[in-house]
């Protein structure tokens, strides 16, 4: 498939642009800095928050050739206003998603995360696992705004017929570092592998996935990634006797957002001048 890849200059995109075109896609890469030394393909620099940029990247690639889908991986991936974050990740799959429909485009996949659903308590999970139908329960605004584009890929879904897929991704990390991240890590190579089934599976419709390895300690629901075609093949566990116990560890563990949960993160909504 020929993919536009937004946020292709981060960790992940970085990744996926080397996994992807292994795997015999054509990636071409959008990102708001420059074509890294070391990055292959067809690039563009712009701000997906601006609905004119993402129109000038969509014509210019249909004046030359044309595009299957869009794997949206750019946002900042912490937490900020709300503002700041509904624009990051709502206003930027908004204005990929028009771009999709006026180009007859039809694939879309997100890189979601956990925190759209991170104040979940663990404690009562069914078989100790997060389904991806819970109720949306954000542990930040960036959780919220992750929440809002999942809606929004559900409107486009059920109103322009597209496949909106949402990898809410854990912790993507070379190795796992912390007693959380043996439940929440996505190894690279997992990553690519969830990406490629939700860009081929057939008609997915609007679909949520968890985005992590098969972690013997995972807290998240692998099945419906599963079928889709995302069959993970790494687990944290191997790396459990390097990972020492750190003094958050517990509080970490009592909600499935870890860090994100915690009182320490709580900030007003809006910044104000004064
Ligand atoms: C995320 O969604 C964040 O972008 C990342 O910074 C990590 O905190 C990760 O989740 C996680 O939960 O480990």
């Not at 292709?8 to 890294?36: F, K, M, N, W, Y």
């Not at 129109?55 to 937490?79: K, N």
């Not at 089934?197 to 949520?208: E, I």
């Amino acid at each position: 498939m020929r993919v536009l890849l937004t946020g292709a200059a981060g960790s992940i995109g970085r990744v996926l642009t080397v996994g992807l075109t292994d795997r015999g896609h054509e990636v071409v890469g959008l990102d708001l800095v420059p074509q890294p030394d070391g990055v292959d393909g067809g690039w563009h620099t712009a701000d997906c928050t601006d609905p004119d940029a993402v129109a000038d990247v969509f014509a210019a690639e249909f004046a030359e050739s044309s595009l299957d889908a869009v794997v949206h991986m750019a946002g900042h991936p912490d937490e900020a206003s709300l503002p700041d974050s509904l624009a990051s990740h709502v206003v930027t799959t908004a204005a990929l998603l028009d771009a999709m429909v006026e180009h007859g485009v039809t694939r879309f996949v997100y890189g979601g995360s956990n925190h759209a659903v991170g104040h979940t308590p663990r404690s009562g999970l069914p078989d100790g696992l997060l389904p991806v139908d819970t109720r949306p329960r954000p542990d930040t605004f960036y959780g919220v705004a992750k929440v809002a584009a999942e809606a929004v890929m559900s409107l486009y879904a059920d109103r322009h017929g597209l496949d909106t897929v949402s990898c809410r991704i854990g912790s993507f990390r070379a190795e796992p570092q912390t007693v959380r991240n043996l439940a929440t890590w996505l190894s690279h190579d997992d990553c690519v592998r969830m990406v490629d089934a939700a860009l081929t599976t057939p008609a997915p419709g609007f679909a949520v996935v968890y985005g992590i390895s098969r972690n013997t300690r995972a807290w998240w629901d692998l099945a419906p990634g599963r079928a889709l075609g995302y069959d993970p093949l790494d687990d944290a566990e191997d790396w459990a006797d390097r990972i020492e116990a750190g003094p958050d560890d517990d509080a970490e563990n009592a909600r499935v957002g870890g860090p994100f949960a915690l009182d320490g993160i709580v900030r007003p909504a809006l910044d104000r001048s004064s």
